[in-house]
């Protein structure tokens, strides 16, 4: 059962507990912000040697962390000293933003040597992946991307961003605004209409 099904049950879970105790707050606030939505409890059952993080309404500021690979430098150990980095420098969340190199096998890593929250933004992966298919970003499917989000939840990533909000309509809005620098994704940018986009 998650999180947010206990909650909306009136069960306050030992995550919920433990977020209570970082943040100052009861765990009955905790519990009623997760049941309402205005608060999620973060920590994937895989990566179990991190604590939950509570994020939502009512709570402390969280500070995330950008890392990662590009095509042009993939460098597993550099990944794993940037972790260090973050943690010293005092975030609650580090992203792998990673789209160069073995992506899944970095981000394994990452997973297992972080005390840290982890995110990542799956479209970054299914996009390298579909380019190394021959294939256009614009002939991504749904089960391309799909399949990279269960890759990430299995790997013991905690928590993905998902970029949903790019239609037709709001590439022409963000056009005739009178962009100078296109829209894009790691590597490549558009400047003209994206075919394909729904």
Known sequence: MTQIEQARQGVITE?????????????????????AGTIVVIRNNRHVNIPPLAIGKGLRTKINANIGTSKDRADMEAELAKVWVCVAAGADTIMDLSTGGDIRAIRQAIVAASPLIIGTV?????????????????????????QVIEDNGEDGVD??????????????????????????????IFYGPLDGLQ
Request: net charge negative.
């Open 15 to 35: 995550e919920m507990n433990i977020c209570a105790e970082q943040e100052g707050r009861t765990p009955e606030f905790i519990r009623a912000g997760v049941a």
């Open 122 to 146: 799956p479209i970054y992966q299914a996009a390298v992946r579909v380019l190394s298919q021959g294939r256009a970003i614009v002939e991504m499917t749904d089960d391309d991307m799909f």
């Open 159 to 188: 928590f993905i961003t998902v970029h949903c909000g790019v239609t037709r309509r709001s590439v022409a809005a963000v056009e005739s605004q009178g962009r100078l620098l296109g829209i894009g994704q790691p590597g490549r």
